[in-house]
Nanobody, 129 residues
Framework: QVQLAESGGGLVQAGGSLRLSCAVS????????MGWLRQAPGKERAFVAA????????HYADSVKGRFTVSRDTAKNTVYLQMNSLKPEDTGVYFC??????????????????????WGQGTQVTVSS
């Protein structure tokens, strides 16, 4: 079981930056990928980015490529999402999630967005125009 706790959300103007953090705890998460998903008002939860805990391999949704960077610090048991050039459409609740890294290609798909095995409580990001 993996426990996750996000922090770092807030209000920012379009073009600005925010960094989200996710504290990871629990047992045997070395084979996991840690992901970020978001849910905009009135929309379904959607994949944003993920990083393999041991491999460091990264994956991004097309909508954030070149603007967001996902990383992890294994010494601090923390996952980060650096968000630059933020747009109003990036507004939403951002969730940290965990799932086996072997499944990551499937888990990026919209129909599997809610099926990640472990979740944090979410943190609100609001981008004003």
């Amino acid at each position: 079981q993996v426990q996750l706790a996000e922090s770092g959300g807030g209000l920012v103007q379009a073009g600005g930056s925010l960094r989200l953090s996710c504290a990871v705890s629990g047992r045997n998460f070395s084979r996991y990928a840690m992901g970020w998903l978001r849910q905009a008002p009135g929309k379904e939860r959607a994949f944003v980015a993920a990083v393999g805990w041991t491999t460091g391999n990264t994956h991004y949704a097309d909508s954030v490529k070149g603007r967001f960077t996902v990383s992890r610090d294994t010494a601090k048991n923390t996952v980060y999402l650096q968000m630059n050039s933020l747009k109003p459409e990036d507004t939403g609740v951002y969730f940290c999630a965990a799932e086996g890294e072997l499944c990551i290609t499937s888990m990026m798909r919209p129909e599997y967005a809610r099926l990640w095995g472990s979740w944090g409580q979410g943190t609100q990001v609001t981008v004003s125009s």
